[in-house]
């Protein structure tokens, strides 16, 4: 027996973008990287490998409306928090046809019938106020399946995560344990 809204693996397959592209920074194929939550639905960043965020999406398999989960997510993991604004936020309620030939009967069978519900998370390109463009990055570097966002030059192309530079840096012993960039020489 699953969670209630969690997302079988076979409608994450149906939900994933057949052929993405990184469009308005590199032309690169994005990667949808997931990234485990403790609500249980499905949290998926789609980025380019130098890091570009195009959308992260959080899916949840019932009426219930998501939103609230993925605002909360991204405020605690974005640096600064006050960039994720609610109006950023677009949930989108998608039913067995739009999910393709695999999709569509194997929710026909479910009883009672639920939609599927995504809220997609896209943060534009932007001008600051001294004309600079920024863009929303992300870093996989902060334990498995965790994500952290960041806000770089519009025309960086790999920037630098600021959490993983204030820290000093470390490199895994042979045992796992963290051995810092000196004692490792």
């Known amino acids: 027996m699953t969670r209630r809204g969690a997302v079988p693996p076979l409608l994450r397959r149906a939900l994933r973008p057949s052929d993405p592209h990184c469009y308005r ?25 130098g890091g570009a965020v195009s959308v992260t999406t959080y899916t949840e398999w019932g009426r219930a409306d998501p939103t609230a989960t993925l605002g909360r997510f991204a405020r605690n993991h974005m640096t600064p928090a006050s960039r994720v604004r609610r109006w950023d936020l677009r949930v989108a309620t ?21 939609p599927v519900r995504t809220v997609y998370w896209r943060l534009y390109p932007f001008k600051t106020k001294d004309g600079s463009v920024r863009r929303l990055f992300a870093c996989f570097r902060h334990g498995r399946g965790n994500v952290r966002f960041f806000l770089a030059p519009g025309g960086a192309q790999s920037p630098p995560c600021p959490l993983c530079t204030a820290q000093p840096e470390t490199s895994r012993g042979r045992n796992g344990s963290a051995v810092s960039a000196t004692a490792a020489r």
């Open 25 to 49: 920074h590199c032309d690169r194929p994005l990667r949808g990287r997931s990234v485990s939550v403790r609500a249980p639905g499905w949290l998926c960043v789609y980025a380019c490998p």
């Open 94 to 114: 998608r039913h067995g046809p739009e999910l393709g030939p695999t999709a569509e009967p194997y929710l026909a069978k479910r009883r009672p019938a639920r």
